[in-house]
């Protein structure tokens, strides 16, 4: 894209390695003219996110948030530089922010609608939402109510970051995989017995040691329950089967089917029959990982998603 046509885009989030709004930072800053706005991550917040092993690596946006008017931020530190759309994404982290003043298209992108109390939560995001001119959600389930509120919202899936997440090679040392850091009430049973069945191999990571893991393992193991996790496209751009529940109104039926990109159960007795299946049967297991790689390079990528965002912030451009 020439540089004189590029749209300028103020994006603000608390930034630290592996948050969704990260992943698009790097996606954004390939088409647009990107300045980063928020507070920096400090060592509190990356123990917080499960982050320890960067403690001291922070980022430092290109804004400094002295200020919760990103306009006087703007005028203040990046005089003359006029945002042609303001892009708020939800990274666990919150601040102040007052738009009054920003003259342009203001959107967010809420990402965790659905945890920490499912109606506190919706009456938050609701709350929030009407600051802004759109309103991304990642969990499709809330988008009519959203809609019916009055606001603009549209549904946008998490997604991969294919540079991040790519089969690395290696042997596939792990029957069945999961890559969690809290186990919930209603999954700690399905573990127990995964794990006697199995040796259900439940790890946290991150990053490039994510991709790792996942390509060590010849399936991944998903119990989305109520969410559009993004560990599904993670695990399916290294080239790894996934098997995961369909999370009922999710919209990931929709992106993906059933016995052609992944294994979908909806049962305790089939996620059992269909792992066995699965582990039985290498070369099954290979097709679908193959088609279910193309599908997410081909559709859900976080430059995917960062067209969809700018066919609506600006449906005039090609």
């Known amino acids: 894209m020439n540089s004189e046509v590029r749209k300028k885009i103020l994006l603000s989030y608390c930034p630290y390695p592996g948050s969704v709004a990260w992943h698009i930072e790097q996606a954004l800053r390939k088409r647009y003219d990107v300045r980063t706005w928020g507070p920096p991550a400090d060592d509190a917040i990356l123990e917080l996110q499960g982050l320890a092993s960067l403690r001291g690596q922070i980022i430092r946006p290109d804004i400094p948030y002295d200020s919760t008017d990103p306009a006087d931020a703007l005028a203040c530190h990046a005089p003359g530089w006029k945002p042609d759309a303001f892009l708020w994404i939800e990274s666990g982290v919150q601040f102040g922010i007052d738009l009054s003043r920003l003259q342009c298209p203001k959107a967010c992108y809420l990402i965790n609608t659905h945890i920490s109390q499912p109606d506190l939560r919706v009456s938050s995001h609701l709350h929030w939402g009407r600051n802004f001119d759109v309103a991304f959600l990642a969990q499709r389930q809330f988008v009519q109510r959203f809609q019916r509120s009055g606001i603009n919202a549209h549904w946008l899936p998490v997604a991969c970051d294919p540079q991040m997440y790519r089969d690395r090679n290696t042997r596939r040392i792990h029957s069945l995989a999961l890559v969690g850091r809290v186990c919930p009430p209603h999954r700690q049973s399905l573990l127990e017995k995964l794990f006697s ?101 081909e559709l859900h990528t976080y430059e995917n998603r960062v067209l969809s965002m700018a066919g609506v912030l600006f449906p005039s451009l090609p």
Request: glycine residues 4%; negative net charge.
């Open 197 to 297: 069945r199995y040796q259900l191999c439940f790890e946290w990571h991150i990053l490039e040691d994510a991709a790792a893991f996942y390509s060590e393992s010849r399936i991944v193991w998903n119990d989305t329950r109520d969410k559009l996790s993004r560990r599904i496209f993670e695990a399916m751009a290294c080239g790894t089967p996934v098997l995961a529940d369909p999370a009922n109104g999710s919209g990931l039926e929709e992106l993906f089917s059933d016995g052609q990109h992944l294994f979908f159960y909806r049962s305790e007795e089939e996620l059992f029959a269909k792992a066995e299946a699965l582990l039985a049967n290498d070369r099954i297991c290979e097709e679908i990982a193959q088609a279910g790689h193309r599908k997410v390079l």
